[in-house]
């Protein structure tokens, strides 16, 4: 299978909470990350975590970490038609300096 | 300019053609990257290049072939590429070691959008 897996697509109604799930199979990954594409546009970093972590929160983003099963989670509260993009999950393995990347998550925000 | 730029941001080509993307990066960095981006597939690395020098080669077809000048810019040669080489090709710049921090984060340009007939 592949190293970061996520699901394609997501639609939530503006208002509710978004919870994007991501799996990896690297258990010494140091840092996982959370990115952004709006349409047209490149990744831009939403935020990270660092392994020895369980959560992280930065305003409307709350970053979970389970280790034990492998798997990040990125909840967006108060979700805005602004949101809608797609995020990308991906892990820094131990030992190197690359990124590995999920498929990208497309979230959709209904009015 | 500001941040990772790219031209051009569309291109079509033939698979006889031969053509060149080019990245060029504003931040200072030491690391540049070349990606595929293509749909329902994890955004696929292809290139790495730390001080210049190439460290990553993800057994990336020869018709692929990147250049990195000096450390503010990077190119993709492309020539008699395949219908399946169309994506979105983003290139990628970081700051590794020293100052840049323990987390690398990898600063994107908004990417060329290519299509081969």
């Known amino acids: 299978g592949e190293d970061v897996e996520q699901s394609l697509f997501l639609s939530v109604r503006e208002g509710d909470s978004s919870v994007i799930n991501c799996t990896y199979t690297?258990?010494?990954?140091?840092?996982l990350y959370w990115y952004k594409q709006e349409p047209g546009a490149g990744l831009q970093l939403l935020t990270y975590i660092f392994s020895n972590m369980d959560m992280k929160q930065d305003q409307r983003l709350t970053v979970l970490l389970n280790k034990k099963d492998k798997h990040l989670s990125l909840r967006i509260a108060d979700t805005q038609t602004g949101d809608s993009a797609i995020y990308f999950c991906?892990?820094?393995?131990?030992?190197?300096?690359?990124?590995?990347f999920g498929t990208g998550t497309r979230l959709t925000v209904i009015p | 300019e500001t941040g990772v730029t790219q031209t051009p941001r569309h291109l079509v080509m033939g698979m006889t053609n031969k053509k060149s993307l080019k990245c060029e990066q504003h931040?200072?960095?030491?690391?540049m990257y070349w990606y595929k981006q293509s749909a329902k597939k994890p955004l696929e690395l292809m290139f790495v290049?730390?001080?210049?020098?190439?460290?990553e080669n993800n057994s990336v077809p020869s018709r692929f072939s990147p250049e990195c000048p000096n450390s503010s810019h990077l190119f993709l040669h492309l020539h008699t590429l395949q219908p399946e080489d169309s994506a979105l090709y983003l290139c990628?710049?970081?700051?590794?070691?020293?100052?840049?921090?323990?987390?690398?984060?990898?600063?994107f340009g908004p990417g060329t959008r290519l299509t081969v007939l």
């Open positions: 290049y730390n001080f210049k020098e190439q460290t």
């Open positions: 931040l200072g960095h030491n690391a």
């Open positions: 990628a710049s970081s700051q590794v070691g020293g100052a840049g921090g323990p987390y690398n984060e990898q600063f």
């Open positions: 690297d258990s010494s990954s140091t840092y």
């Open positions: 991906a892990e820094m393995k131990t030992g190197a300096n690359n990124l590995f």
